[in-house]
């Protein structure tokens, strides 16, 4: 009965970093062929039946283009289809786009032409522009917007005759293809763009564009999604899936402490689970899928005590990571650079890390004080924060930890005011679209005080020289080589400490699936089994 999965990163025609001038191709929208035109694995039976599990916590908004929060992802993937979809093995195919030509100015995109709104109305070319014209407006304020597009600016143009859409970009980004897969670039309807703050509410059930309607709204107690009966064009993933779709999705929020025994008692069907839960629920009577949300690694601002690269190679050589490991999850994956093995171009060459020796380490770190900044959230109390502070100490450092809440960690890390307020941080990212720039972007390039997005305060212009190249690359292996040069240069600058994966541990009962597709959990996917 154990149905398992876990991601295997592989690399295709559309892997993120899509084929520059050369076509990714999809099928027509036909329900029999894959994203290469060959026989798809997937079906499209009907919905029935019920489904409940939880929520981190209350949505911040409905309106994909404004999402900020895990919860915003994913109930934006359940109500909003994207044009293009991540998949395991061929990196990027098909959503309301049956076609896509990636070249140096963006991405022209072929829309499908059976796909319908909530309330019937046909998605047309224009009516996807429109969508993602709003979303790339500055006006519009959407927080994934470098994500999806890049640091440039966005023109979007329509040629209903056609049948497509072109987003065309001032600046270059080979991941684009990679960000118009993210859940905040889903597909508002035309009522929905009339009424972007009702959509901010959930209050316009024609705004919807994906499988699932919201139909309930209790904010702190329940939020319902209903099917949409008509809804027949699922991804043609590589990936098999199983079963049909429930009728209706039911979440509650805020109970991720207690979920895993409703889940036991049957009161909820599947549930993410935390490391020291996973023995309550044996394999061969459980359903587990596994991916990871982002990544865990060190970093170091230069502008204090590690302005000099031998001082960061000592702090890095007391640093065992397979012990972080143990101490803030056992059931991560150690990873090689600033992305787990998920991302399309991550680094995954160990030879480039720092070899642990606390002797030699002590020998530069005794009577050095160090600060500390980390959050509460790495590790049950925060223990990634108080685990570096532990060996650090145990090199003769004299440490400061400020082990804070999210938000003023964040604002500590974030303002170049603060610079000279902390020396080393572990850094987490939310990767929800698996892009290599969200976490190689906080280590190369311009300082934060320089307008950049590093924090590290010291720029190796090789690296950020190579960063630019990848995302200007014409091909996928030319791309991959380019971030992988600039992964491993800050690496040899010693900027970083890899550590590992935040993974993503789902559970379900008999007869509940859910998968993680490309290694990234889609809530769009939970299936019965009758």
Do not use: K
Request: charged residues 20%.
């Amino acid at each position: 009965m154990t149905h398992r999965s876990r991601w295997t990163p592989l690399l295709g025609c559309g892997a993120a970093v899509a084929l520059i001038a050369s076509a990714c191709t999809t099928d027509d929208g036909g329900a029999g062929d894959d994203a290469n035109g060959n026989e798809a694995s997937q079906e499209n039976p009907g919905a029935s039946g019920a489904i409940n599990g939880p929520l981190n916590d209350d949505p911040t908004t409905f309106n994909p283009a404004l999402a900020s929060s895990l919860s915003d992802y994913q109930l934006a993937r359940l109500g909003f289809d994207t044009v293009l979809r991540a998949d395991e093995e061929e990196g990027v195919i098909g959503g309301l786009a049956s076609d896509f030509e990636q070249s140096e100015d963006g991405v022209e995109l072929t829309i499908r032409d059976d796909a319908y709104c909530a309330d019937g109305t046909e998605i047309t070319p224009s009516v996807v522009a429109d969508s993602l014209s709003y979303l790339s407006d500055p006006d519009t304020g959407a927080p994934q917007y470098a994500q999806i597009f890049g640091s440039g600016d966005v023109t979007v143009t329509v040629d209903d005759d056609a049948g497509t859409v072109m987003v065309e970009l001032s600046e270059p980004y080979s991941e684009i293809t990679q960000g118009l897969t993210h859940p905040a670039s889903g597909i508002i309807c035309p009522e929905g763009l009339d009424d972007p703050e009702g959509v901010d509410q959930g209050q316009v059930p024609a705004a919807f564009s994906g499988p699932y309607s919201m139909t309930e709204s209790t904010s702190g107690v329940e939020y319902e999604f209903t099917f949409n009966e008509d809804y027949d064009r699922w991804p043609q993933w590589s990936q098999e899936l199983e079963g049909h779709p429930a009728e209706t999705l039911t979440f509650v929020p805020g109970v991720l402490d207690t979920s895993p025994n409703q889940v036991l008692t049957g009161e909820m069907d599947w549930t993410p689970v935390e490391h020291f839960d996973v023995d309550r629920f044996p394999e061969e009577e459980w359903n587990y899928s596994q991916g990871a949300v982002g990544a865990y690694y060190v970093i170091f601002n230069t502008s204090g005590v590690f302005s000099d690269v031998e001082m960061r190679e000592a702090a890095a050589q007391v640093i065992d990571r397979e012990a972080f490991q143990q101490v803030v999850d056992p059931t991560s994956e150690l990873i090689a650079a600033t992305a787990d093995a998920g991302v399309q171009c991550a680094n995954t060459d160990e030879s480039f890390l720092i070899d642990q020796d606390p002797d030699a380490a002590a020998e530069l770190l005794e009577g050095e004080a160090v600060n500390i900044v980390s959050t509460n959230v790495i590790g049950a109390n925060g223990s990634g924060g108080e685990y570096m502070q532990d060996v650090l100490a145990s090199a003769g450092t004299e440490v400061d930890l400020n082990n804070a809440d999210v938000g003023t960690w964040l604002d500590v890390v974030m303002s170049p005011e603060e610079a000279n307020n902390w020396d080393m941080t572990i850094w987490s990212t939310v990767n929800v679209a698996g892009l290599t720039v969200n976490g190689l972007n906080r280590v190369v390039g311009p300082a934060l005080d320089e307008g950049g997005t590093s924090f590290t305060y010291e720029e190796n212009t090789d690296a950020t020289d190579a960063y630019n190249q990848a995302l200007q690359a014409e091909d996928i292996d030319e791309a991959c080589g380019y971030f992988q040069e600039a992964e491993q240069l800050a690496l040899e600058d010693i900027f970083i400490v890899p550590l590992t994966d935040d993974p993503n541990v789902v559970v379900s009962r008999e007869g509940v699936t859910v998968e993680h597709i490309a290694g990234r959990e889609d809530l769009s996917t939970l299936r019965l089994h009758d």
